[in-house]
C-alpha cells in the first residue's frame, strides 16, 4: 500500500516561507508524477504544483514565482518550499500520486494533509 505523508505545515506571517515535505513510501518519487493540492475552508481542492517524472515542474498562476517543488531521490522525499506566504495560501495542503492498479485503472493516492496558516 502506497503511504504518502506531509510535514512541515504550521502557522506564518505573510511574507514568510514554509517548506513542506513528503515522504513516500512503497514508491519511488524519481520515477512517480507527484503533486502538492491545497484546500482552503469552503473552496474545492486545487492543484498547486507537479512534479512529473522527468522532474518538469508545473504551477498554479496563483503560486507562480513564489513556490517552487522539488524531490530528493535517495530520501525519497517530494518537498514544496513556499516563499511570500500570502494569506490567500492558508488551507491544508496534500500530496499525491496516481498509481497503476491494474486492468486499465489508476488508484489516487493521498496524505493526510498538512495545515498551513498565513495570518496577515
Known amino acids: 500500500q502506497v503511504q504518502l505523508v506531509e510535514s512541515g505545515g504550521g502557522l506564518v506571517q505573510a511574507g514568510g516561507s514554509l517548506r513542506l515535505s513528503c515522504a513516500a513510501s512503497?514508491?519511488?518519487?524519481?520515477?512517480?508524477?507527484m503533486g502538492w493540492y491545497r484546500q482552503a475552508p469552503g473552496k474545492q481542492r486545487e492543484l498547486v504544483a507537479s512534479?512529473?517524472?522527468?522532474?518538469?515542474?508545473n504551477y498554479a498562476d496563483s503560486v507562480k514565482g513564489r513556490f517552487s517543488m522539488s524531490r530528493d531521490n535517495a530520501k525519497n522525499l517530494v518537498y514544496l518550499q513556499m516563499n511570500s506566504l500570502e494569506p490567500e495560501d492558508t488551507g491544508v495542503y496534500y500530496c499525491?500520486?496516481?498509481?497503476?492498479?491494474?486492468?486499465?485503472?489508476?488508484?489516487?493516492?493521498w496524505g493526510q494533509g498538512t495545515q498551513v496558516t498565513v495570518s496577515s
Open positions: 512534479i512529473s517524472n522527468g522532474g518538469s515542474t
Open positions: 499525491h500520486t496516481v498509481q497503476h492498479a491494474g486492468g486499465g485503472q489508476f488508484r489516487d493516492y
Open positions: 512503497r514508491i519511488s518519487v524519481s520515477i512517480n508524477a
